[in-house]
């Protein structure tokens, strides 16, 4: 039987995703956030980063969720439903799956720990201090990075259904964190392409099947 170590609201339900496009039977372990919002000691017993999701199959322990992706698609994808077989859309699926997480989520993860440091306790004249600093991080540097991340993705979302092109790949259940995460912080008027996208994956039953196990991502 496959287990996912699932971290509540989290990257976790890429692969909650997955296994219901695969009609897989699996089960589901939560770990609460601690008050810090990090993953509980616990889930370090499971590996030794101690972060989610992470998939044992058997005897097998997976990490990292496009590493994980990528085994579904390898052992129990008979009908390519994660990878596409075409060149082109292998292609695109390829540097989709790479890009949510060595492109998109670190400029989220530093938007969310530089909007978080001004609300940690410090001496009161220190506060203006650390706020002004951390904005002048998110406006001069983050920002302008997202950016263009989300115009390139609108761009790429324009031309094509999904991220591979006109089929669901698991390179739309890598996107889908960064994206219902940067929907959660921003408005995304001006990315009508996006808007579309994030509609259609909630309309999705193998997506609504994922999120009656594991709970939808609320917000950063
Ligand atoms: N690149 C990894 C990132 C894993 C990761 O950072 N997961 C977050 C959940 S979204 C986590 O476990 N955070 C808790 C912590 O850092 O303590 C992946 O894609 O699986």
Redesign the pocket.
């Given at each position: 039987m496959l287990l996912l170590h699932h971290?509540e609201n989290?990257?976790?339900q890429r692969i909650a995703w997955a296994l219901e496009v695969l009609k897989l039977e699996y089960e589901v372990k939560v770990y609460q956030?601690t008050s810090g919002?990090?993953?509980p000691e616990s889930?370090k017993r499971v590996h030794p980063?101690?972060?989610?999701?992470v998939l044992q199959d058997e005897e097998l322990t997976i990490?990292?969720?496009?590493a994980?992706l990528e085994f579904l698609a390898d052992e129990y994808d008979t009908s390519n439903q994660l990878r596409p077989v075409d060149k082109i859309a292998l292609r695109k699926y390829r540097y989709w799956l790479h890009f949510a997480?060595g492109s998109f989520?670190p400029l989220l993860?530093m938007m969310l720990v530089f909007r978080k440091i001004p609300t940690q306790p410090m001496p009161f004249f220190v506060k203006p201090i650390a706020k002004s600093l951390c904005n002048k991080v998110i406006d001069s540097f983050i920002m302008p990075r997202l950016e263009d991340v989300l115009a390139l993705v609108e761009k790429h979302l324009q031309a094509n259904e999904w991220f591979a092109g006109e089929a669901r790949s698991a390179a739309d259940m890598q996107m889908s964190?960064p994206l219902l995460a940067m929907r959660s912080v921003s408005a995304m008027d001006q990315y009508p392409s996006i808007e579309r996208w994030l509609q259609t994956i909630r309309k999705d039953s193998d997506y609504q099947h994922a999120v009656e196990r594991v709970g939808e991502f609320k917000a950063f």
């Open positions: 971290l989290s990257r976790s956030r919002n990090t993953a889930l980063l101690g972060h989610a999701p990490a990292e969720s496009g994980i997480e989520m993860v964190f």
